[in-house]
């Protein structure tokens, strides 16, 4: 039998594409695109990130946006090629959506264990 979900598939990414574990992406390109707020029944632009050889592309929220723009600057040129970790978080709500923070760095000359 066809899955609803294989059928009407998405261009943009949701948490639950994720499988549930944080994934390590790097930013391919960013452009901003022109959405409806069924809320305020007004239009709104938001930052549209895809990724290297990714299919679906993140819609990012302020939050999302925020933390791409705490750790790569303010302008978004300066974000492409950069690595991030994309991982499913719950919300208040009981519904998930996705975290974007940084691609943990190991220090190459420790074994990596904790120095103290």
Do not use: H
């Given at each position: 039998?066809a899955?609803?979900?294989?059928?009407?598939?998405?261009?943009?990414?949701?948490?639950?594409?994720?499988?549930?574990?944080?994934?390590?992406?790097?930013?391919?390109?960013?452009?901003?695109?022109?959405?409806?707020?069924?809320?305020?029944?007004?239009?709104e632009?938001?930052?549209v990130?895809?990724?290297?050889?990714?299919?679906?592309r993140l819609?990012?929220?302020k939050?999302?946006a925020?933390?791409?723009g705490?750790?790569?600057?303010?302008?978004?040129?300066n974000?492409l090629?950069?690595?991030?970790?994309?991982?499913?978080i719950?919300?208040?709500?009981g519904?998930?959506t996705?975290?974007?923070?940084a691609?943990?760095v190991?220090?190459?000359e420790?074994?990596?264990?904790?120095?103290?």
């Amino acid at each position: 039998m066809a899955k609803v979900s294989d059928i009407y598939q998405s261009v943009w990414l949701k948490a639950e594409d994720l499988g549930g574990a944080g994934r390590k992406v790097r930013i391919e390109a960013i452009n901003v695109q022109q959405f409806d707020n069924q809320q305020t029944n007004t239009k709104e632009n938001k930052i549209v990130v895809a990724f290297v050889g990714k299919q679906k592309r993140l819609i990012c929220n302020k939050m999302q946006a925020g933390a791409l723009g705490k750790m790569f600057g303010d302008d978004t040129d300066n974000w492409l090629g950069r690595e991030v970790v994309l991982t499913p978080i719950p919300t208040p709500n009981g519904k998930e959506t996705i975290a974007v923070t940084a691609v943990p760095v190991i220090d190459k000359e420790s074994d990596g264990a904790i120095p103290f």
